[in-house]
Nanobody, 124 residues
Framework: QVQLVESGGGLVQAGGSLRLSCAAS????????MGWFRQAPGKEREFVAA????????FYTDSVKGRFTISRDNAKNTVYLQMNSLKPEDTAVYYC?????????????????WGQGTQVTVSS
């Protein structure tokens, strides 16, 4: 069992930056690939970024490539999402998720544990 708690969301102007954190409970954090997803009002949850168990592989959705960076610190049981050059269309609730196994994947159905989300609002 893994519990995930996101933090770092907030209100920022377009062009600004935020860093989201996701703290995981348990001693097996390094056994999980991790992902970030987001859901805007009236839209389905969408994949943002993922990272393998050791941080050796990362994957991003096209709309955030070059602007967002996912990373993890297994010693701190934490995964991060650094978001730069934010746009109003990035406004959403951001969720972190854990996926059993070493490999990353964009499909939310393959993730086993989810946090409660943190709101990110980007004003124009």
């Amino acid at each position: 069992q893994v519990q995930l708690v996101e933090s770092g969301g907030g209100l920022v102007q377009a062009g600004g930056s935020l860093r989201l954190s996701c703290a995981a409970s348990g001693r097996t954090f390094s056994s999980y690939a991790m992902g970030w997803f987001r859901q805007a009002p009236g839209k389905e949850r969408e994949f943002v970024a993922a990272i393998s168990w050791n941080g050796g592989s990362t994957f991003y959705t096209d709309s955030v490539k070059g602007r967002f960076t996912i990373s993890r610190d297994n010693a701190k049981n934490t995964v991060y999402l650094q978001m730069n050059s934010l746009k109003p269309e990035d406004t959403a609730v951001y969720y972190c998720a854990a996926r059993t196994g070493w490999h990353i994947a964009p499909d939310p159905a393959t993730y086993d544990y989810w946090g409660q989300g943190t709101q990110v609002t980007v004003s124009s």
